[in-house]
């Protein structure tokens, strides 16, 4: 067997998936939703925390399509991206008489309306027509109506991604027609991440009482383990005990970098596949760090993003204040930021209090407000990618690392 079937950072893992991302209530609660019909499903949790994962599993007998929200500029790109994912495209046509046939079916009269075009292996169905007169076809204005045409009631579910990357005008446009679908019978999950779950419900309060929540949280230690313990037999390899935590403690709660940390050791003891006889390994804190220090170089390449927020904006012409710390190295409050994002303990999502603490500790001093600087930082990661990086939530106060493999290049790199 090889590594990377045991030990999967992308997909749905197999051997490896050791239990359901949520509680069994949870479970019962989206198997209750799907069944009842109308119900927008909510998976609320952190980034990798097995939202997708969960979806994709409890999917399996029915078709599944995944779209992101991501650097869409209306509401109708998402629908659009909907039908394309399906297989098919919406066309407004005007009325007319047709001979011959459309797309192998004999010809009629046709009104004006929304047709669909399956996809096939060549590209898309074209229509066999002769016609008694002109007919114009154009894109349809009302995608929408497309989707709920072509999925209502069918076994087929809606995945929207990456809601929070919406404009405000977006998110609001969504709103409304999410509501409108779902009561069509589209059945619609939409994934969210904490501190952003109600951004729907404040463009559409009328979603309330239509919407079940299906709530993920960080994994702790012991079941991040169980995906090393269970994994690794497979491929022969006899870790000594506790080595298995010692690499859960760097995986900040989420599976998905635990899958991937795996994957890594697997690689460097030489385990790419089944070893035959199986063997034993120690594990200790060096062969963690040059685990972690490999994994932030092979797969989490933010050295500009990181040189750019830790340079922080512009200064126009006035130095800002340095901070000695206890082994003469002076550094900014960007510079003491990027540290502080490192420190121990692990995580991805930090409150204002938290970080403030973390940077009075690496200055050994107590540090102007930092918030404006975290505000600036997450600006500047975000411009430099086409995807959000860090999510910075000002008025409440926290910051997330979206990316966890930026926290990994920022720990490890």
């Not at 121990?344 to 973390?358: A, G, I, M, S, V």
Request: charged share 25%; net charge negative.
């Amino acid at each position: 067997m090889r590594a990377t079937e045991v030990f999967k950072p992308q997909g749905t893992p197999i051997h490896t998936l050791v239990r359901e991302p949520v509680a069994v209530e949870s479970v019962q609660d989206f198997d209750d939703a799907i069944e009842e019909t109308g119900k927008l499903v909510r998976v609320v949790g952190p980034s990798k925390s097995g939202k997708t994962v969960f979806v994709a599993t409890k999917a399996q007998d029915r078709d599944l399509i995944r779209v992101s929200a991501s650097g869409i500029n209306s509401g109708a790109d998402l629908w659009n991206r909907v039908l394309a994912s399906a297989g098919a495209e919406a066309q407004r046509t005007t009325s007319v008489e047709l001979g011959g046939t459309v797309g192998g079916e004999a010809g009629g009269k046709g009104s004006a309306g929304v047709i669909f075009a399956k996809v096939e292996t060549e590209g898309k169905v074209k229509a066999d027509v002769s016609a008694k007169r002109t007919t114009a076809s154009t894109q349809a204005s009302d995608p929408l109506q497309a989707v709920v045409q072509l999925l209502a009631r069918q076994e087929v579910w809606v995945f929207i991604d990456d809601f929070h990357y919406a404009t405000p005008d977006v998110q609001t446009q969504l709103a409304e027609q999410i509501k409108f679908a779902a009561e069509e019978g589209v059945q619609l999950i939409i994934a969210l991440i904490p501190g952003r779950s109600e951004d729907i419900l404040r463009r559409n309060t009328d979603l309330q009482g239509r919407i079940v929540d299906i709530p993920f949280t960080y994994w702790n230690i012991d079941d991040l383990s169980e995906i090393a313990e269970h994994g690794f037999p497979f491929l022969g390899v006899r870790l000594e005990p506790g080595s298995a935590q010692l690499l859960a403690k760097e995986a900040a709660g989420t599976p998905q970098l635990m899958q991937a940390l795996c994957l890594e050791l697997a690689r460097e003891l030489g385990a790419r596949e089944t070893l035959d006889p199986p063997q034993h390994f120690e594990m200790g804190a060096d062969k963690v760090a040059t685990i972690c220090t490999k994994l932030a170089s092979n797969r989490a390449d933010f050295s500009s993003t990181i040189d750019q927020m830790r340079k922080g904006p512009p200064t126009r012409g006035t130095s800002r204040k340095s901070y000695p710390d206890t082994n003469g190295k002076v550094r900014d409050v960007y510079e003491l930021l990027i540290a502080a994002f490192g420190m121990d303990p692990p995580q991805l999502t930090f409150t204002y209090d938290e970080l403030q603490k973390r940077v009075d500790q690496l200055a050994g001093a107590d540090v102007a407000s930092v918030w404006e600087s975290v505000r600036h930082m997450s600006d500047i990661a975000n411009n430099m990618s086409a995807e959000k990086k860090l999510d910075f939530a000002g008025d409440l106060r926290w910051v997330s690392i979206l990316d966890p493999y930026l926290f990994f290049a920022l720990r490890w790199g």
